[in-house]
């Protein structure tokens, strides 16, 4: 089984739509988060959940909403997005700090 | 602020020279480091972590990585590139208990015949 898996792949939405990405975790971890990045960049985070809570919330723009409706699950609900919004959104759990993290292989997010 | 430098955008090397990938972080303590590899379009994948104990560390696909408290650094080495090495490099750091990790901004290794 992959470990952390998002879906879709692939993303096309136009700035009036309304979209959401899904992140699914089989480690058992107990915080997952959203990270942005764009091309040539590292990974920039966005959300923190952490049992369930959200945690953290870098002063992202309210176009993006997480959710986290149980331990294993991940959501991020899109909404008017700007098309300086498309990039490579990965997900990521973790287990502590001496850990690291377990990415997905992201969703490439195109707004036209 | 703790931040993180990787002070070479890309680097170059021949397939089977050794390798070494600069990284610093500025931190007053000793924060957890780690350095994950990035093929294009892809998710990150965790090379190997430091958070205390043996200053030289073992990872997968044979990469290993020294820390040095005196130079602030946490290096990454293989001896013997393959072409398949060839991807982005992040060092990263957390202190915060594992909530907020900082990524440098990538090294590009780029490996020739």
């Known amino acids: 089984d992959t470990e952390v898996t998002q879906t879709p792949k692939h993303l096309v939405m136009g700035m009036t739509n309304k979209k959401s990405l899904k992140c699914e975790q089989h480690?058992?971890?107990?915080?997952m988060y959203w990270y942005k990045q764009k091309a040539k960049k590292p990974p920039e985070l966005m959300f923190v959940y952490s049992y369930e809570k959200l945690s953290i919330n870098e002063s992202v723009p309210s176009r993006f909403s997480p959710e986290c409706p149980n331990s294993s699950l991940l959501n991020l609900h899109l909404h008017a997005l700007q098309p300086e919004d498309s990039a490579l959104y990965l997900c990521?759990?973790?287990?502590?700090?001496?850990?690291?993290?377990?990415f997905g292989s992201g969703t490439r997010l195109t707004v036209v | 602020a703790q931040s993180v430098t990787q002070p070479d955008i890309h680097i170059t090397v021949s397939e089977g020279a050794s390798l070494e990938l600069r990284c610093n972080y500025s931190y007053g303590a000793t924060p957890y480091l780690f350095w994950y590899v990035q093929s294009p379009g892809q998710g990150l994948q965790l090379l190997l972590k430091y958070f205390s104990g043996d200053t030289l560390v073992q990872g997968i696909k044979g990469f290993e990585a020294e820390f040095k408290r005196s130079q602030s650094s946490f290096n990454l080495r293989k001896p013997s590139v393959h072409w398949s090495d060839a991807a982005e490099y992040f060092c990263?750091?957390?202190?915060?208990?594992?909530?907020?990790?900082?990524f440098g901004a990538g090294t590009r290794l780029f490996v020739k015949a």
């Open positions: 990521a759990s973790g287990g502590g700090p001496r850990y690291g993290y377990t």
């Open positions: 990263a750091v957390d202190h915060t208990g594992g909530f907020k990790t900082i």
């Open positions: 480690m058992g971890h107990r915080a």
